[in-house]
């Protein structure tokens, strides 16, 4: 049984930094592919970052480049999103979710066969 754990939200001004982590268990994560979610309230959950566990390739939503670096620690079965120069748009739960077939490429959501419970991530003016 896959679980995935996020942590590290919470309430930062604008131009500030958070870092979110994702506690990964339940399976060996070599051949899986690892992604970033958020959702903000109306608005269709969307892509933000993506990893390759094996060869660490990385995507990214375009919005969050040179922004937002996605990376993960194999040995502690642990992702970690780092979120620079914040805006208010970046406001949104931020979900953990798991690709077992490794693929960084798809950005829909309904690719993804695991989430976590997701953390929320807020950026004030």
């Known amino acids: 049984q896959v679980q995935l754990v996020e942590s590290g939200g919470g309430l930062v001004q604008a131009g500030g930094s958070l870092r979110l982590s994702c506690a990964a268990s339940g399976r060996t994560f070599s051949r899986y592919a690892m992604g970033w979610f958020r959702q903000a309230p109306g608005k269709e959950r969307e892509l933000v970052a993506a990893i390759s566990w094996s060869t660490s390739r990385t995507n990214y939503a375009q919005s969050v480049k040179g922004r937002f670096t996605i990376s993960r620690d194999s040995a502690k079965n642990t992702m970690y999103l780092q979120m620079d120069s914040l805006k208010v748009e970046d406001t949104a739960v931020y979900y953990c979710?798991?690709?077992?077939?490794?693929?960084?490429?798809?950005?829909?959501?309904?690719?993804?066969?695991?989430w976590g419970q997701g953390t929320q991530v807020t950026v004030s003016s």
């Open positions: 979710a798991a690709d077992p077939l490794g693929r960084v490429g798809p950005t829909r959501w309904v690719e993804y066969s695991y």
